[in-house]
């Protein structure tokens, strides 16, 4: 069965500390690999996504990811937070359909 | 302005009561997705239209049943038959080909069973 693993269910970081979010999705075909991001009482909106091509995918507000398909991974990584970042973020796999992640809820000191 | 609407943002019902959540979306979008959102479970598929008039259960559909009579409203009703309906309630639609993998949100409806 097609599933979505997110490491961390909670992360708390200063402010300028260098973020790395883990996913891992199991699958045996080819995927497409998104990650979402709910901020405190808005949309769950599309942070970046992985069709094909360079497995490094550069997504909205200095949000990146590598897609490494060896290890079923596509981990989300930004260099330095900023309070603003402070949301829920969702892993999610399209296989035959799309799965979520349970989420990492990352909440930043400022 | 196009997008997803949900409504109401917030519903209280009573346990053994009925109630339907609106969804509606002017993306001219094929596709319409209910998700059922709780604390560290992430999002569960619940029902699913790929076309008017067509629908297919999700992973949860026990519970829960909807309508595609057209293409811009998906709206997805909550029986009593539902044994924990308190939960955040998602709407999604996505474009037809290759973009059918991507999916747009709405804002979501909280529902609480009193």
């Known amino acids: 069965a097609q599933s979505v693993s997110q490491h961390n269910h909670h992360v708390i970081l200063s402010e300028a500390a260098s973020l790395e979010l883990g996913c891992n999705y199991s699958?045996?075909?080819?995927?497409?690999l998104f990650w979402y991001v709910q901020y405190p009482g808005q949309h769950l909106q599309l942070l970046l996504k992985?069709?094909?091509?360079?497995?490094l995918v550069k997504g909205i507000k200095g949000f990146e990811a590598e897609f490494i398909k060896s290890k079923f991974s596509f981990n989300l990584r930004k260099p330095s937070v900023q309070w603003s970042d402070t949301a829920e973020y969702f892993c999610?796999?399209?296989?035959?359909?799309?799965?979520f992640g349970a989420g990492t809820i990352l909440r930043v000191k400022s | 302005d196009g997008g997803i609407t949900q409504s109401p943002k917030y519903l209280f019902r009573k346990e053994g009561q009925n109630v339907t959540l609106s969804c509606e979306q002017n993306?001219?979008?094929?596709?319409m997705y209910w998700y059922r959102q709780d604390p560290g479970q992430g999002l569960r598929l619940i029902y699913y239209?790929?076309?008017?008039?067509?629908?297919q259960k999700g992973d949860i559909a026990e519970g829960y049943s909807v309508s595609r009579e057209k293409k811009e409203s998906f709206p997805l009703t909550v029986t009593s038959a539902q044994k924990n309906p308190t939960a955040f309630y998602l709407c999604?639609?996505?474009?037809?080909?290759?973009?059918?993998?991507?999916?747009?949100f709405g804002p979501g409806t909280r529902l609480t069973v009193l």
């Open positions: 992985y069709f094909s091509g360079d497995p």
């Open positions: 699958y045996g075909g080819t995927v497409n």
């Open positions: 999610a796999a399209y296989g035959n359909k799309l799965v």
């Open positions: 993306l001219n979008h094929d596709a």
């Open positions: 239209s790929q076309i008017v008039n067509d629908f």
């Open positions: 999604a639609s996505s474009p037809p080909g290759q973009g059918i993998h991507e999916q747009f």
